[in-house]
């Protein structure tokens, strides 16, 4: 039995997108739970499709002392302002300080966070906890599949487990084997030879999911390549691959105005030659398929007509994906660019969501049911020059916003997003799902809470990149990827970057930062 501390300090930032990260924004609970901190962490987690929950239970059952600090998450957003950070990281030191002796310590952490006074976020927190506890003390990190690994993160953490998917269904399993690794490492008391690699091209968030290629393959290959390891010399495979314990590649969050941003990999190997040569072989692999990262964006012009078309034939509904106001990686979730084309195409039935407007919300509670609104929707931030869309709204059916999502992803997250409500257009049928917390539509029970079922609607349009697959792609016809104005800028040759380092290029096969 080992005594392990577990804690967590999760972000991904958006350098781009118009609101920073507050204390506030960490401590309030959305889909997941607020800032929690001691011994009131084990039971927040449990249950929640989250790196720690998986952790905490794997590190139980391996039968370790589990030294709880402190978790939290904020949605993506601008930079983590600086008194958020310090509170965070502070408790974090504090609570290791005081904790006595360890025998190794967990974090879950995203990977890509950019703090006011520090661009590497996580790089900086594992410099100070490696300064406290020394180099002796294991500290093993689960990491979101969007890090952009840094060179520091790869040097203070003893290892680092990525998520293998995207959609991530994958989060709290990966908090398990990241609690397996560690479990291995005090055991096994030998340390890994690290081989890392950076990528030189970005690739979008909607070229980078993991249930079509060329990521399938890609993480196909870095499966292999650990199984090939674990058979051990009895196939040739095997004996070359021999010596390799663990593989993780993030393929990074491009909208991030920092010098390290961009797909990168480690192999922790026992072997420093294996580990360099599957390095090598998975690095060529992602080379060869730069050309691959690509597909076709819809105008909302184009999408809504191409819908319309489908849906007229089809009996599912046909998925309009909103992939640059995701609130998942730094969207307002208040775009209105794809909502007045569906309006204008009189697209009757259609329903858009999340449309995170707590002023409309609000709004539509205080009125009730039945009633009409009394303001515009969407647009309340004001991106891109947008103004809300006026129009008679009719007050459709209200929602809490308390539920329990039921998604590959969110399931069994217990949702408190503020006043939610379905408001139609009455000229057009267009109905727009409000809510007050940013949110990224990858639920069905979002739309059910407010209720609409979702493989009823002929067109559903989702403000979200990818993740919304998951639970969406099932009942789909067909998904088209929409490029409306929003603050996830989708192609990062557009985004005007100061401190990413020059030479890499700015997107599959694009051109070269100088
Ligand atoms: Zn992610």
Redesign the pocket.
């Known amino acids: 039995m080992a005594r392990i501390a577990v804690g967590g300090f999760q972000h991904?930032t958006n350098t781009f997108a118009p609101q920073r990260a507050t204390w506030a924004d960490f401590e309030r609970a959305d889909a997941w739970p607020g800032f929690i901190r001691g011994p009131e962490l084990i039971e927040a987690v449990e249950g929640f499709n989250i790196p720690i929950a998986g952790a905490v239970k794997m590190s139980q059952e391996l039968g370790h002392d589990l030294v709880p600090l402190c978790w939290c998450s904020a949605p993506p957003s601008s930079y983590v302002e600086r008194d958020a950070y310090e509170k965070v990281a502070g408790a974090i030191l504090q609570d290791l300080a005081a904790a006595g002796p360890l025998d190794g310590i967990y974090l879950d952490l995203?990977g890509a966070m950019v703090a006011e006074l520090h661009e590497d976020g996580e790089g900086e927190l594992l410099g100070r906890i490696r300064a406290l506890v020394g180099d002796k003390v294991p500290i093993v990190t689960s990491l979101?599949?969007?890090t952009n690994m840094t060179p520091e993160m790869v040097r203070h953490a003893s290892a680092m487990i990525g998520?293998r998917t995207?959609p991530?269904i994958d989060m709290a399993e990966t908090g398990g084997r990241a609690a397996q690794l560690l479990d291995r490492l005090l055991r096994d008391r030998r340390p890994l030879y690290k081989a890392y690699r950076q990528i030189d091209f970005l690739i979008p968030l909607v070229w980078q999911c993991t249930l079509t290629e060329p990521a399938k393959g890609i993480f196909e290959l870095i499966g292999e390549i650990e199984q090939g390891s674990r058979r051990g010399a009895g196939s040739p495979a095997g004996s070359h691959n021999q010596g390799i314990v663990s593989i993780t590649h993030t393929p990074g969050?491009p909208p991030a105005d920092i010098a390290e941003c961009g797909p990168a990999l480690v192999v922790y190997g026992l072997d420093r030659d294996a580990a360099e040569a599957a390095a090598d072989r998975i690095a060529a692999a992602i080379r060869d398929r730069e050309a691959q990262f690509a597909g076709k964006l819809y105008t909302p012009d184009e999408a809504v007509v191409e819908a319309m078309r489908i849906a007229a034939h089809a009996t599912k509904p046909v998925v309009l994906a909103d992939i640059q106001d995701n609130p998942?990686a730094g969207g307002t979730s208040d775009t209105v660019g794809l909502l007045r084309a569906l309006i204008a195409h009189r697209a009757k039935g259609a329903v858009i969501g999340m449309m995170v407007d707590p002023e409309a919300a609000e709004r539509a509670e205080a009125l009730g049911e039945g009633a009409l609104l009394d303001c515009g929707v969407g647009a309340k931030v004001g991106y891109a020059g947008e103004t809300p869309v006026e129009s008679e709204w009719r007050i459709v059916r209200l929602g809490s916003g308390r539920f329990t999502g039921t998604g590959p992803m969110y399931g069994g997250a217990k949702f408190q997003i503020g006043p939610m409500a379905l408001v139609t257009d009455e000229a057009s049928g267009v109905s727009a799902v409000l809510a007050s917390k940013r949110i990224q539509a990858n639920d069905k029970e979002m739309f059910r809470h407010v209720g609409v079922e979702p493989a009823e609607v002929p067109i559903l349009a989702l403000k979200s990149t990818v993740?919304f697959r998951a639970d969406f792609q099932p009942i789909a016809e067909t998904i088209l990827c929409v490029n409306s104005p929003g603050a996830h800028v989708s192609d990062p040759s557009e985004l005007p970057y100061r401190h990413l380092r020059p030479g890499i290029r700015l997107r599959p096969m694009g051109p070269v930062r100088e």
């Open positions: 991904e995203h979101d599949y969007h998520y995207y991530h969050f998942g993740h």
